[in-house]
């Protein structure tokens, strides 16, 4: 076979392999399902490491090491792109990871909302949400104050995660935990606020009503499908032609991450998941 058509038949095999993505559960299917909205050729890997769930509340270095773990599951599975749905994970490992497996582009979310909300932002003034590891770690507002914000303000929201799981989206308990969690960023305090956690979109509906018509809400998992859109447009790795399955592994046992997963992504996972045994 001649070089170049060598060289065209292996761009062909790079574009065909899947995009990994993980989280620390099932809340990360919220950043897949806007993955297969933006991209629905792409074949897509899902990793929930549903046995060490949360990540939000864990030291730094042992989300790090879960991170390298799922990470070489994901590379087991010959993934082009890894896609860091959690927060946590992206907040305390992202560079880590980089660093670790420097042939393999890492898309994180906190990345991808920074950019869209210095978008969205007309003051500048930018509020965050996210877990108790998210907001300590710093990293959004680090990331957001270099992109030339003028104010940042954070505020862990930790009962969000299990008002989501439950399903307690946008009942009266849901509006009362979001008054309570959003008052730091009432009062023109922000314009634009980052839902920084899988699991927050789900309570988008709830977290705009009380936030009012004056705060912009920026959902990362919309973000990141943005952005690694763009990285594979860039690095001629976009797959135009493949069936858009997916697969789902979990790390525990797949009877609740089915039920759960099942209503994140508004679908039924069932049929394509599969216990994960990570080294
Ligand atoms: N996936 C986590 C995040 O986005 C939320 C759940 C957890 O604490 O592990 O930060």
Redesign the pocket.
């Known amino acids: 076979m001649p070089n170049n058509s060598r060289m065209r038949d292996n761009a062909g095999k790079e574009k065909e392999k899947p995009i990994g993505i993980f989280?620390?559960?099932i809340?990360?299917l919220t950043v897949l399902h806007a993955i297969g909205q933006l991209l629905p050729k792409e074949e897509l890997v899902y990793l929930g490491d549903t046995a060490r769930?949360?990540?939000?509340?864990k030291s730094a270095e042992t989300v790090i090491r879960y991170s390298m773990e799922n990470s070489r599951f994901l590379l087991s599975k010959g993934v082009k792109a890894i896609v860091v749905a959690?927060?946590?994970a992206s907040a305390t490992s992202i560079l880590e990871l980089r660093k670790r497996f420097p042939d393999i582009p890492f898309i994180g979310v906190i990345e991808a909302g920074v950019e869209e909300a210095m978008q969205v932002t007309k003051s500048g003034n930018v509020g965050v949400i996210?877990?108790s590891a998210?907001i300590e770690s710093g990293r959004y507002k680090k990331l957001l104050l270099e992109k030339g914000a003028k104010s940042v303000v954070g505020s862990a929201c930790p009962l969000f995660?299990p008002l989501a799981e439950e399903g307690w989206i946008d009942n009266s308990i849901a509006e009362d935990t979001a008054k309570i969690y959003l008052k730091p960023f009432g009062g023109g305090v922000v314009d634009t606020l980052i839902l920084g956690?899988?699991?927050y979109p789900l309570l988008q509906k709830t977290i705009a009503k009380v936030c009012g018509d004056r705060v912009s809400l920026v959902n990362s998992a919309e973000a990141v499908a943005k952005k690694l859109k763009n990285l594979l447009e860039s690095e001629n790795l976009l797959n135009e032609k493949g069936n858009g399955r997916r697969k789902y592994f979990v790390t525990d046992s797949p009877i609740r991450a089915e039920k759960v997963g099942s209503r994140f992504l508004g679908e039924n996972i069932a049929p394509s998941l599969e216990l994960a045994e990570l080294d």
Do not use: E, R
Request: aromatic share 4%; charged share 5%.
């Open positions: 989280d620390s559960g809340g990360g769930v949360p990540y939000g509340t959690c927060n946590s996210g877990t998210t995660v956690c899988t699991h």
